[in-house]
């Protein structure tokens, strides 16, 4: 079963200096916020990248995508070194790698019509005419389980559920190799997060889709996720198969996230 | 209702929200009863009417507001006819609120000592001394290490969790009957939830106050409530004790909010969803049961008309008939 | 959900909530009527306004066919105020346009790029503006020397500060938007995401701001005029109007007076227009 490494990062790191004043002028303070991480994504599978608020996973999204520079280390998606590219480069790696993003209202510009934000992607890279691309925009909206009549539509008019469809869609019509998916169902209601959990998995088996998935919430990642990676103050700190670690973990940071998640009578059972 | 172990009691409460022309109710027909010393789980997503239903108790709902029918009693006294001084009293004295956002609940501007301390002395006639020794006091209760020195700290200083902490040790400084906190945990993380959870339920032993506990997440009060209630579109679709209701989960709705939450891997299958959306207030069908058009695998004549809370098992209550039919979900899965 | 309903466009919603306020409709009345005086002028004005009459000097209203009187050189009062308003709504929509323009894409610069970029725009921003603005005008007429042309431009150059800051707030909030992170993902180039995205979001605010700016200009052309730095004689504008009729403030109130109440008139009602604009155009509002 293993296939192809479609990413890999090596040692990458991103460090912030935060300038703090102190009674005697000026001190440098360096905050590492991804620490020489390394890892690989095969083709077709779902990696979870599991911590709590400021540990570096987001930091890492925007580093695999290039939105922001790296300190150190490298980035290959395909054998490519991305971390060596200049921006027309970059640009146009952005046809292969897509992300989507947590706040799902925030994420859409709120003075575009649906339909303008769905073929503004193509309209970037120039894929196709006018016409072609309003056709693949409303075959995306319904793939995403919406209608035809919501493209004349501005995002407040949507719940948050169907905004993240949305950005779903948009993410998806210029058939990325590489989804990173930025805790996209964490803004959503309960109800409302298995939808898209269930849209994802569909669309992944559809298009053949490589997903990163970061999130804090380890059920949503033993469910969707094929391999786990653990962060901690910006290191990985255990990674492997998704069951063993929930079964299993080693690192006793691991223990302890997966010793406060409530569990209900129901699941304790199981 | 002269129950004398119901410190709380709210009955028939019904809300409206006046919007330019039309009126949307927010909550519809709302009883419930808290009892001394007992946690009560309200569970709903957004746009149930959970949130509104506890701001209503102490009165700080929106001007466009409109409390239309019902009562709301504290302690044998009727709030709803309470003149705004005497209920000046009781806010943050007798009933106590912790919000979600710990960032926003505090200001910025002065350091912790400085809100702690002004708190307890609006309800207690201390000196600052004192107030300074009792607010350390405080902040070792709800687990914060070496208040002397914490104390004097500015709210940015603390983290998420910790500011939730001092959040808490300010509701708790008058000893108040009752303690609503809404969503306090949703906006931190996983293991620092469950630390302020071990801490609310801790408290609640110490100081036995009564806890009206509102979240959008089941699991969360899974071992903190004794009772729940499970709000769908203003109503309350089912009710309980929390181990009757996690036991025996009855209404389609509460079935699948426990079902929606992942417990297995990807080979156990897709999870199990309700279909549509949350319905903003004013989508919301009135006179039939509300949760109809997420279920539409449960025929029409399943529901009643103008559903009523009933009793299906000793304080157990469900709403509409519809219930009973959920087993049809699987042959409509299977199509 | 299955509605076939189709959203009510934003036209639709802001025109809705604009004809609810009632001060917003005066004030896009009296626009109207002074927009119609300068379109018409030739129909509506009863005299030419620049001939004058040597044996009808300083009539009151109403004597001898002249609706509001004559000035000093006996031309007819009501002709030269209505010829006026043409010149009034040039300088004002002109001048504005000129300071828009320029205030937009320098604050767009600034508050997008940031850095020493944004400090040598805004910098030399802060010069300008810490001109009084008359002063300016006065500078820049005298380099330029009279003529409507000039004035726009004067007054325009005057307006470019506030245009500038204004924007540059605004870009900079927007800018860290979730939305423009998600269009620089796309691989969107800068200038779609200024243009397409940014600009867009930031112009509320400005138009607003234009509609109160037009107001302005429309009295700093009267200042100018009225300083004889303006438009020359024998061109009727209301501010020179307003500047012949202050040596005949005894034996003839009515000319300054006359001239003046348009200058308020005007000015007044593009301001209540543009009160309502800001609450009609607050998404806050919009239900």
Not at chain 1, 157 to 177: D, H, M, V, Y
Not at chain 2, 110 to 136: C, P
Not at chain 3, 81 to 90: A, D, K, N, P, W
Request: charged share 20%; aromatic share 6%; glycine share 6%.
């Amino acid at each position: 079963m293993e296939s192809a490494i479609l990413l890999e990062t090596q040692d990458l790191e991103k460090n912030y200096t935060l300038k703090k004043k102190t009674l005697f002028g000026k001190k440098a303070e360096v905050l590492q916020a991804v620490n020489k991480v390394s890892l690989a994504i095969h083709q077709g599978e779902t990696l979870g990248i599991v911590g709590e608020s400021g540990c570096g996973k987001s930091t890492f999204a925007r580093l695999i995508t290039r939105l922001i520079a790296p300190s150190g280390g490298k980035v290959f998606f395909d054998q490519k070194e991305i971390t060596a590219m200049a921006q027309p480069e970059v640009r146009s790696l952005r046809k292969d790698i897509q992300m989507i993003f947590q706040d799902p209202y925030a994420s859409l510009d709120p003075r575009k019509r649906v339909l303008a934000i769905l073929t503004e992607p193509l309209e970037i890279h120039g894929i196709k005419t006018a016409k072609e691309r309003r056709e693949l925009a409303y075959e995306m909206l319904e793939k995403v389980g919406l209608q035809r009549e919501h493209a004349s539509r501005f995002p407040h008019e949507f719940s948050g559920g169907q905004c993240q469809r949305i950005n779903i869609a948009r993410a998806l019509i210029l058939r990325p190799r590489l989804v990173i998916c930025d805790e996209p169902v964490s803004a959503l209601d309960v109800s409302i997060q298995a939808q898209v959990l269930n849209l994802l998995l569909d669309l992944q088996e559809e298009f053949h889709l490589t997903y990163v998935f970061i999130s804090h919430d380890l059920n949503v990642v033993r469910y969707f996720c094929d391999r786990i990676a653990v962060m901690y103050k910006g290191e990985i700190v255990e990674s492997g198969d998704a069951e063993t670690i929930y079964q299993a973990p080693v690192h006793d940071y691991t223990k302890k996230l997966l010793q406060a998640i409530p569990k209900s009578i129901e699941s304790n059972e199981e | 209702m002269s129950d004398d172990s119901n410190l709380l009691s709210v009955k028939d409460l019904s809300i409206d929200f006046l919007q330019e022309k039309t009126a949307v109710r927010a909550v519809d027909q709302v009883s419930f009863d808290v009892k001394k010393g007992e946690v009560l789980g309200i569970v709903g997503e957004s746009g149930s009417g959970k949130s509104v239903t506890v701001t209503s108790i102490l009165k700080l709902l929106p001007e466009n507001a409109r409390y239309t029918e019902g009562s709301i009693s504290f302690k044998s006294e009727e709030l709803l006819s309470m003149k705004e001084k005497q209920l000046r009293k009781l806010r943050g004295n007798e009933i106590s609120m912790i919000f979600q956002d710990p960032m926003t609940s505090l200001n910025p501007v002065f350091t912790v000592e400085n809100q702690l301390v002004e708190a307890i002395r609006l309800h207690a006639k201390l000196s600052r001394k004192k107030a300074r020794q009792e607010a350390i006091r405080l902040l070792q209760i709800v687990g914060i290490q070496e208040p002397e020195k914490r104390i004097k700290l500015y709210p940015h200083e603390f983290s998420g969790g910790m500011r939730q902490r001092v959040m808490i040790a300010m509701a708790i400084s008058s000893s108040p009957s009752l303690l609503i906190a809404d969503e306090p945990t949703t906006a931190l993380d996983v293991t620092v939830q469950k630390q302020i959870i071990d801490l609310l339920k801790e408290l609640q032993q110490k100081i036995n106050t009564s806890i009206i506990f509102i979240t959008h997440d089941l699991e969360v009060v899974a071992d903190l409530a004794d009772r729940l209630l499970i709000m769908y579109g203003g109503q309350i679709v089912e009710s309980g004790p929390a181990k009757t209701i996690f036991a025996n989960p009855l209404h389609p709705y509460t079935r699948l909010l426990i079902e929606a939450i992942p417990h297995g891997n990807k080979k156990s299958g897709r999870l199990p969803t309700i279909e549509g959306n949350v319905p903003s207030l004013s989508e919301i069908p009135q006179d039939v049961c509300r949760f109809k058009e997420r279920i539409p695998w449960i025929p029409d004549q399943a529901h009643e008309i103008n559903p009523k809370l009933r009793e299906v098992e000793p304080e157990h209550f469900v709403r509409c008939t519809c219930y009973k039919h959920f087993w049809m979900k699987e042959a409509h899965e299977k199509k | 959900m299955e509605t076939t309903e189709k959203t009510p466009s934003l036209v639709k919603m802001f025109l809705k909530k604009m004809l609810q306020n009632k001060l917003a409709c005066f004030g896009l009345l009296m626009i109207f009527l002074i927009v119609v005086l300068a379109i018409f002028a030739p129909l509506i004005a009863t005299h030419q306004p620049n001939v004058m009459d040597t044996g009808a000097t300083l009539l009151g209203p109403g004597q001898d066919g002249h609706l509001l009187g004559t000035d000093n050189y006996g031309r007819d009062l009501f002709s030269r105020i209505v010829y006026g308003s043409r010149i009034s709504l040039i300088v004002g929509l002109g001048a504005v346009a000129v300071g828009s323009v320029i205030g937009i894409l320098l604050g767009l610069v600034a508050g997008y790029f940031g850095g020493w970029l944004d400090s040598i725009i805004m910098r030399f921003m802060d010069a300008l503006a810490a001109f009084p603005f008359i002063l300016l005008a006065i500078t820049l007429m005298t380099v330029l020397g009279t003529g409507l042309i000039n004035v726009i431009i004067a007054v325009g150059i005057g307006n470019v500060p506030g245009f500038a800051r204004m924007i540059r707030g605004q870009v900079l909030s927007v800018k860290e938007e979730l939305f423009i992170e998600v269009t620089n993902s796309l691989g969107a180039k800068q200038a779609r995401i200024i243009f397409i995205h940014i600009l867009p979001n930031c112009l509320t605010p400005i138009i607003v701001y234009a509609t109160m700016n037009v107001a302005g200009a429309i009295i700093s052309e009267a200042a100018l005029s009225f300083l004889g730095l303006g438009i020359q004689a024998p061109t009727a504008s209301w501010g020179n109007i307003l500047k012949e009729g202050k040596d005949y403030l005894i034996v003839a109130p009515h000319i300054a007076i006359f001239s003046g109440m348009f200058i308020l008139l005007s000015v007044l009602g593009l301001n209540l227009f543009g009160d309502g604009l800001r609450d009609a155009l607050d998404p806050k509002t919009r239900a």
